[in-house]
């Protein structure tokens, strides 16, 4: 997962079970890096596995069959064909790519593609660039993608290996992006971002009755005091009303003029310019009482939130495990 990067590793958070996913988290979140050793020898292995879907799209399975036979041996090469047979999927950078890539080229991409190629594409990704896409695409070529999406079932080997074949060289024509791998908290915290909503709640108590610690810096993570220009007015008119006014004074002494506004427009004139007023007179606060107002504050949010009487996103409809 580290070595995918944080989109590619969250598509494949997606098709996962949610105890696979609690339990991938909890080690991504113990990794302080990853050793050249480590990686090369996982991507060595994973390279075998890639190799095999190559072979088989430039020129059927038999063809792969003998490449790969002379390659690693009859039995690694039955392996192989076998577990791209049961995958009959698109590559993580294959999704990754389609998933950055902007829906309007996207849609070019697919200009004359059948219905079924296209329904085979939208499977993998996930439901925010799939509906971005149908809504591009005429109402009638929409209604048949998604026809066939909702009866895809098992296929002909040959004839998902073509399909993909033809998806993957497409694909590829979309270019590619760097991306430097990292591990630890913060890419676990940005998966569970990815995924939000109850899924990543669930998935941080999981992991809260087994490590308090890990689970509290994951939050952490997840939430700092710069997000909460993305908080709804209704929900920061809440938190204004609850906090502390003195320590939310000290929290927007160091916060971001963008921050300060966010919180002051949802006041009356006059609680506003009182507020603005006492962070003046505050005068030098040292940096570690603004951090820790602004923990506080965020904790606060927290507790109103898990009470329902706030969101702190604005979230898209949540997506289902498997």
């Known amino acids: 997962m580290v070595l995918l990067g944080d989109k590619a590793a969250s598509s494949v958070y997606r098709h996962l079970s949610r105890d696979d996913v609690e339990e991938l988290t909890r ?9 050249n050793e480590q990686a090369t020898q ?9 190799t095999a879907p190559e072979h088989v799209a430039k020129g059927g399975t038999e063809y792969a069959h003998r490449l790969l036979m002379v390659a ?6 039955k392996d192989l064909l076998q577990q791209v047979t049961r995958m009959q999927a698109l590559t993580p950078q294959d999704i990754d790519l389609v998933q950055r890539a902007d829906p309007q080229q996207l849609a070019r991409m697919l200009e004359g593609e059948n219905p079924q190629t296209i329904a085979l594409l939208l499977a993998h990704v996930d439901a925010k660039t799939a509906s971005a896409l149908l809504k591009i695409f005429p109402e009638n070529l929409a209604a048949e993608v998604v026809t066939r999406l909702a009866s895809l079932r098992p296929s002909s080997p040959e004839i998902v290996q073509k399909i993909v074949a033809v998806l993957h060289k497409k ?7 760097d991306r430097t791998p990292c591990g630890g908290v ?23 009755q087994g490590n308090t610690d890990l689970a509290g810096a994951i939050r952490d993570q997840m939430f700092t005091f710069d997000d909460f220009l993305l908080v709804p007015e209704v929900s920061i008119r809440e938190i204004v009303a609850q906090a502390d006014k003195k320590a939310l004074a000290i929290a927007l002494k160091g916060a971001t003029p963008e921050v300060t506004a966010h919180f002051l427009k949802v006041m009356s004139s006059r609680a506003a310019e009182m507020l ?13 009482d603004v951090a820790q107002a602004q923990r506080d504050l965020i904790e606060a949010a927290r507790r109103l939130e898990t009470e329902g009487k706030i969101v702190l996103k604005n979230e898209e409809e949540e997506e289902a495990y498997a």
């Open 186 to 208: 913060e890419a676990a915290a940005e998966l569970l971002n990815r995924l939000g909503g109850s899924v990543s709640k669930n998935i941080l108590g999981s992991i809260e």
């Open 42 to 50: 996982v991507l060595e292995e994973f390279s075998k596995l890639g």
């Open 27 to 35: 080690e991504i979140a113990q990794i302080d890096f990853v050793s």
């Open 171 to 177: 694909i590829q024509s979309l270019g590619k992006q």
């Open 276 to 288: 603005k007023e006492d962070i003046e007179v505050l005068g030098a606060v040292r940096a570690r």
């Open 72 to 77: 690693f041996g009859e039995a690694v090469a």
